[in-house]
């Protein structure tokens, strides 16, 4: 059974910083693909970061480059979501998800985790 628990949520005021874990398992990860999206109240899932286990790929959304930094140990088969100056904006509750390739299409999505509150204070 494939299992995706995400981890690290919380409450931070404005300008703080946050760290997600995806702990993946039942799945090949080393060929796994881990996107993380978000979804804010009142609006569409969207996605914020990739990464292909297998290069090292990366990719983000507009909202969050040059803030948010994804990283992946295959040791410990868990990818991280770094999350600097964070904006009340931020506030969503963020899946990870397992696919294929990097994209932000949740059509393409295998696999998510049943997701973590993150809450910015202003």
């Known amino acids: 059974e494939v299992q995706l628990v995400e981890s690290g949520g919380g409450l931070v005021q404005t300008g703080g910083s946050l760290r997600l874990s995806c702990l993946a398992s039942?799945?090949?990860?080393?060929?796994?693909?881990i996107v993380w999206f978000r979804q804010a109240p009142g609006k569409e899932r969207a996605g914020v970061a990739c990464?292909?286990?297998?290069?090292?790929?990366?990719y983000y959304g507009s909202a969050v480059k040059g803030r948010f930094a994804i990283s992946s140990d295959n040791a410990k088969r868990t990818v991280y979501l770094q999350m600097n100056s964070l904006k009340p904006e931020d506030t969503a509750v963020y899946y990870c998800?397992?696919?294929?390739?990097?994209?932000?299409?949740?059509?393409?999505?295998?696999?998510w985790g049943q997701g973590t509150q993150v809450t910015v204070s202003s």
């Open positions: 998800a397992a696919a294929m390739r990097c994209y932000f299409s949740e059509p393409l999505i295998d696999y």
């Open positions: 039942g799945l090949t990860f080393d060929d796994t693909t």
């Open positions: 990464i292909s286990s297998s290069n090292g790929y990366t």
